[in-house]
């Protein structure tokens, strides 16, 4: 989807993740090629769950579906193999995490589906182009994200409730922060919610589920948006025999631009 | 979707349909909601064509897609009966078209998925709101359609050529229609060609491959929108056992508001 020459810093965070020479997290690096979220089932579950993500694509949104057994994400990083290309995997059994290697073409198997699922990264950049200040990113920490009580639309064994990252910002800036995500739907698109935390089932903004608390200051308020992490907890609520996922921050680079996904 | 005071025409629709009061075309009634395409396939078949339908998005929006067996649209139009609430289907073995009933109960198995795919009605009805004339239905026509040189992405049995529609307008005109129609992404988005037939391989706009020609004046240009004969052509030339599809023009009416599709 990009020439060789555009994307050569994408292929060269693939390629060291692939040597074994980039085993940590990917925020910051290519910065400009999209990175996503990878959730890798057996076929027999794979049609269900592409049925919950185009259900839900708020919190689901998919990028790129692969072909039972394919290794390759042909849209989005031709190429690439998404066995060996991150930086660090999630082994899962019977939806208990059972290891964090570096490359699992040891756990491949030829009925396995591969989703690449977009990531905030994408809206955080844009954000930030704007100069709407990103909290967690100011303070180095990980974004904090909540179980809410918005259940997401089921299919088959996949259900659960959507999982909603959270920016504290003032009205204004929610204001242009909603315009900028609208462009952005396959990265979770607008926000989900704006304000009170309790109206969506959080009762302790300074006890996320996921990720690490941040302050919100005086004449701020709370911005949720629908987050990757929500198709990752359904997934393994449904205790599949095995599935596949990046390791938390250890993403997967495509070749693709983020300016491509902007809708208009 | 929407509540039933406001769907109640939509309702009306698809009652009329299944009592066989309704076995005409659909364009025009129940102004304002939502109209889908409908393909439905086995199981077996199902989930490589929803991987199609991902992988294309212009040609092929998913507006829902039903559990295997289901007949309920449960999104778009809650207890709604697919086999019943078309006013015509159009039944396929082998990939042959092999009659017109006003029902398919007969037809209908467990195995069954149905797909509920973006129609044009929805992006003209925003065009004429803006007084862009739509040539076509100024002339009381069908839309023309084309097959071009442009391939979808594959997946599994299903390939082939993107279908087209082809509107004449007028170069401001065509800019104007590109921002309105980029606010429906689910509904074939934003056009995937302007100006020279030729270059996407059509040989002749006045010799439609499906619809009917309309001519293109003095001053305008040719504006082609990718189209939802797309899938039904590509899983119709993938020769599955059973396919059920709606009838040419006899759409199904869904409870959701057009509105609901604008992406901003």
């Not at 076929?43 to 592409?50: E, H, I, M, P, V």
């Not at 708020?58 to 690439?80: K, N, Y």
């Not at 959270?166 to 396959?186: D, E, G, L, N």
Request: hydrophobic share 45%; aromatic share 6%.
């Amino acid at each position: 989807m990009s020439s060789t020459r555009e994307s050569a810093a994408a292929a060269d965070v693939r390629a060291a993740a692939r040597r074994g020479d980039l085993t940590g997290p990917t925020a910051g690096l290519a910065t400009g090629f999209t990175q996503a979220n990878l959730v890798v089932l057996p076929r027999d579950d794979a049609f269900d769950f592409l049925r919950f993500c185009v259900r839900n694509p708020r919190p689901c949104p998919v990028l790129e579906v692969t072909d039972p057994g394919s290794t390759e994400p042909a849209q989005t990083a031709p190429g690439a193999d998404l066995r060996t290309d991150l930086p660090r995997y999630r082994v899962w059994r019977d939806g208990e995490a059972a290891g964090e290697p570096t490359d699992v073409r040891e756990h491949w198997r030829a009925d396995l589906v591969a989703f690449l699922i977009g990531c905030s990264f994408t809206f955080e950049r844009a954000l930030l182009a704007d100069e709407i200040p990103v909290r967690h990113i100011e303070l180095g920490l990980n974004v904090p994200m909540y179980r809410t009580a918005i259940e997401c639309a089921p299919a088959g064994r996949f259900a659960g409730p959507m999982v909603v990252s959270m920016r504290p910002m003032t009205p204004a800036q929610a204001v242009r922060a909603t315009q900028i995500t609208t462009r952005y739907p396959s990265v979770h698109g607008a926000p989900v919610h704006v304000g009170d935390p309790g109206a969506i089932g959080i009762a302790d903004l300074a006890r996320p589920d996921y990720g690490e608390a941040v302050p919100v200051h005086d004449g701020e308020i709370p911005v949720f948006w629908a987050c990757g992490v929500t198709p990752q907890a359904v997934a393994a609520a449904s205790r599949p025999a095995l599935m596949i996922t990046h390791a938390p921050g250890h993403m997967f680079v495509t070749d693709m631009p983020d300016a491509r996904l902007a809708a208009l």
